[in-house]
């Protein structure tokens, strides 16, 4: 027999637990389980007036923010509404049936205020990277660094040549992203990085980099990096920077060095693809870190005209030269040219009888080999490669492309809505944050059994919740926050 859906409405009341709706399954429930936000008050408390009216709860606007980008809802806007008719969303958010969904510009002035001057979304994330290594998800012994190109929010077609850019004009009346531009000339990661003037820049977000590096059509971009851990890929450390290779050098510094002071952990090795193979980087690895670099040499060395290349020569560090294939010795006078390069000069008299001079050095009187200063460095890591550890760490390095497909296609983050490096950190920062957390959801938190069926009553979820989540991962502050979190939703009559 065919069913009918009965449209009545006559009760006039109803019993309504909002505890009880949102399934025991839900994401939310078990970010919630791993997610403390109990100390944001105690951070922003310096950063609020004692006077005045009561502001919102910037713990709740961390908790939206946090499912805007769990859950790819890019719009603060859309989050707003979305919090507004998502019944699990508020339960996570700790609102009510009838409490109101904060307006979406409060948003806009916590960020660019209280939680930049707290730098509060840093501190979120290194909070989740801290349950990461409670839970053990966190080898710290090898680690890989890389870097994606993410869309700026800045029309090309709007762009004005670099060479007309001046960067002190109408300086006063400019917008937060060019000041913040201004304020960065001096980072690793942005103004110090190169001093190539870039072919176009955009007047709306200067910091942006145009590139083309997608091999096809230009376009502006900043640079995500991430320092992962190999074991589960955890993200241990996120740094936005212009999207040119100096830029992501520097990055990954700042977060090696960052890591190392905020956690206390250093890896044995790193791992990274060519970009980091330069030899000042590697110099810093070996020599200042102690870290074993599994990085192919950038190396530009190799001659393609069928003339010898350096590789054919042998460098003796005893005696500080380099041997020709015809055991003929090149010497340097030990001067340093432009702060990194050393030339070692075969004698003219050997060159000008050697059998192999159309092949070494036909236009030269002599042959000249360069030498960096840390090519000792360079070396090491050339020696690496192959090896049984080398080969590991490149497998594993294929871990933190993993983790940038998913998010760009899974948490959408294929352009930035905010503008500026501050606006670029925060969206990296929350994006990164949303990503260990579903990692930790996942790998502390199990579902509910098969067998249980519907709806599950209060005593029943508190238990399951407290049974659900690893010890190693959350402490008993965060254990009993989660059993009494039912009594900030109880149950609600409501008349109709």
């Not at 713990?59 to 507004?84: H, P, T, W």
């Not at 670099?162 to 006063?172: A, F, I, K, Q």
């Not at 870290?291 to 005696?319: C, M, N, W, Y």
């Not at 990692?439 to 508190?462: D, F, M, N, S, W």
Request: include cysteine; charged fraction near 25%.
């Amino acid at each position: 027999m065919m069913g009918r859906q009965t449209r009545g409405q006559e009760q006039l009341f109803y019993e309504f637990n909002l505890e009880e709706v949102v399934p025991a399954d839900h994401l939310v429930r078990r970010i919630d389980a791993v997610l403390d936000t109990s100390w944001v008050h105690r951070e922003l408390e310096p950063h609020y007036s004692t006077l005045g009216r009561p502001s919102i709860d910037p713990e709740l606007m961390i908790r939206m923010l946090i499912v805007g980008y769990v859950f790819a809802i890019r719009s603060e806007r859309e989050l707003c509404r979305d919090v507004q008719v998502n019944l699990a969303y508020r339960w996570f958010c700790g609102l009510g049936l009838e409490d109101r969904v904060p307006n979406h510009s409060v948003f806009s002035r916590a960020r660019s205020e209280r939680f930049r001057d707290s730098d509060l979304l840093r501190t979120v994330f290194e909070h989740v990277v801290m349950s990461c290594i409670n839970a053990g998800l966190v080898g710290g012994q090898g680690f890989a660094v890389d870097a994606s190109l993410i869309e700026a929010d800045a029309n090309k077609q709007r762009s004005i040549p670099g060479s007309d850019w001046n960067r002190d004009r109408n300086l006063e009346t400019a917008s937060r992203a060019v000041k913040e531009y201004v304020d960065t000339l001096d980072d690793a990661a942005f103004g110090a990085a190169s001093e190539v003037v870039p072919k176009f820049v955009s007047p709306s977000d200067p910091a942006s980099q145009w590139t083309g590096a997608h091999k096809g059509p230009a376009f502006f971009a900043y640079a995500t990096n991430y320092l992962i851990d190999n074991k589960h890929a955890v993200i241990v450390d996120v740094e936005a920077s212009r999207a040119i290779r100096q830029a992501e050098v520097g990055a990954a510094r700042t977060m090696i060095e960052r890591t190392e002071q905020r956690f206390g952990i250093k890896p044995s090795r790193l791992a990274g693809d060519t970009a980091y193979g330069a030899a000042p980087m590697l110099a810093w690895l070996v020599k200042e870190k102690g870290i074993t670099p599994h990085i192919p040499v950038f190396d530009k060395s190799t001659r393609k005209d069928g003339t010898l290349s350096r590789a054919d020569f042998t460098f003796d560090a005893e005696q500080n030269i380099y041997l020709c294939p015809q055991g003929k010795s090149l010497t340097t006078t030990g001067r340093v040219h432009g702060n990194r390069t050393l030339y070692y000069r075969a004698s003219k008299f050997d060159c000008d009888a050697c059998p192999l001079k159309s092949k070494c050095c036909p236009k030269a009187p002599s042959r000249r080999i360069p030498r960096d200063i840390d090519e000792d460095a360079r070396d090491l890591a050339r020696s690496l490669v192959g090896t049984p550890e080398f080969e590991q760490s490149r497998r594993e390095r294929k871990k933190v492309e993993m983790v940038f497909a998913h998010l760009k296609r899974i948490f959408g983050l294929g352009r930035l809505r905010l503008r500026g490096p501050r606006g670029a950190q925060d969206e990296f920062l929350l994006a990164a944050t949303a990503q260990n957390l579903k990692k930790l959801a996942r790998y502390i938190t199990r579902p509910p059994p098969l067998a249980v069926a519907g709806p599950l009553r209060h005593e029943q979820q508190t238990d399951q919740m407290s049974e659900s989540v690893d010890a190693r991962a959350i402490n008993p502050s965060q254990v009993s926050r989660a059993r009494a979190r039912p009594a900030r939703n109880s149950n609600i009559a409501c008349a109709v």
